[in-house]
């Protein structure tokens, strides 16, 4: 099963954020609009009464109440939180509607917030819709691109022709790398950076023991959607020679989604391609080997950099790239 959860978590993610936002800024907008303090009349009362209280900040603001005469008619209004303190007797400078003079503000500000705040609520809701709008044709793109699963990943680590390998992080330079291999500790793949970079790109060299191909990649800094934090649709990526990792998986017809089945602490993804499975990716402690760990007593996973591979193919190119997106992103759920 796909994790359709997921999926509709990250696509409405512009939408439950953005789409919320916009009408509060527009409602907010609107009620100071239908104040139409524009037409507010400017002028001077008499202090009656000060209530002092505090605001959300705790800072001191006075409930002033004011006593004024317009046409021949006394009203008396209170100015609300007030940051001036006024003594009663003083006289205070006010605006009133003259439709109604009991509504009285200290400010016309709001004639001139309001059209600002209804514009960038508008601004809000279209980027909302529309980043909405362009996730789910992503999706849909995603579906044409690389199908979805349409097999059960249950029982695969122990089908005929499915290999169990072993990845681990080599963190001891400064240019620190990954090794895949298998379970005689045959390195089949490796990638190592061989050169750093605190901005910009990476450069990393793959090297394909199994048939000698060397190649050199551009890798960038992980980048992380922060507009919507919600656990299951957060999104890391990072450049892998000018274009984002998951989508030139999603080329190759690759498929990744965490099996809500793990048994904690382990994360599990199930990797298909084309509608096939193609591999399972664990993760694993320090000493991903099972001799290892019952030597050093290590059974906890680490959360990156170590896993345990399940996989039919040999094509270790698109394997090892698998694994280095999911590693170099800590992704949860990337489909």
């Known amino acids: 099963m796909e994790n359709k959860f997921a999926r509709f978590m990250r696509n409405t993610g512009p939408a439950r954020f953005f789409i919320p936002l916009g009408l509060i800024f527009i409602a907010v907008g609107i009620f100071l609009m239908t104040r139409n303090m524009d ?5 001077v009362g008499t202090v009656t009464e000060v209530v002092e209280g505090r605001d959300t900040e705790n800072s001191k603001v006075y409930d002033t109440s004011v006593s004024f005469t317009v046409d021949g008619k006394t009203y008396t209004s209170t100015l609300p939180e007030l940051s001036k303190e006024y003594k009663v007797g003083d006289e ?3 605006f009133y509607n003259p439709k109604d003079p009991t509504q009285i503000t200290d400010s016309k500000l709001g004639g001139i917030v309001a059209p600002i705040l209804i514009g960038v609520g508008v601004l809000a809701l279209v980027f909302g819709v ?3 709008v362009k ?3 992503k ?5 044409r691109v690389a199908k979805a699963p349409a097999v059960v990943f249950e029982g695969f680590r122990q089908a005929s022709g499915v290999t169990e390998y072993y990845c681990r992080h080599d963190g001891s330079t400064f240019k620190p790398g990954y090794i895949l291999e298998d379970a005689a500790r045959k390195v089949l793949f490796e990638g190592k950076m061989t050169k750093q970079a605190v901005v910009g790109a990476r450069t990393f060299e793959f090297n394909n023991h199994t048939n000698g191909v060397v190649t050199e990649h551009q890798v960038g800094h992980t980048v992380t959607q922060t507009y919507n934090d919600n656990d299951w649709s957060a999104s890391s990526w990072f450049k892998f020679d000018g ?3 998951w989508d ?3 080329e190759k017809g690759l498929r990744l989604q965490t099996n809500m089945r793990s048994k904690f602490p382990n994360i599990t993804y199930e ?6 499975a193609f591999a399972v990716i664990e993760t694993s402690g320090k000493y991903v080997h099972e001799d290892e760990a019952a030597a050093h007593k290590v059974n906890l996973p680490l959360g990156r950099y170590f896993y345990r591979v399940w996989t039919n193919t040999r094509d270790f190119e698109t394997l090892f790239l698998t694994i280095f997106a999911i590693s170099e992103t800590e992704q949860m759920v990337v489909e």
Do not use: M, P, R
């Open 39 to 43: 037409n507010y009349v400017e002028a």
């Open 92 to 94: 205070i400078k006010f």
């Open 130 to 132: 529309l980043k909405t």
């Open 135 to 137: 996730s789910f044709k």
């Open 139 to 143: 999706d849909k793109e995603l579906d």
């Open 243 to 245: 274009k984002n990792v």
């Open 248 to 250: 030139l998986l999603h």
């Open 271 to 276: 990797i298909s391609k084309n509608g096939s």
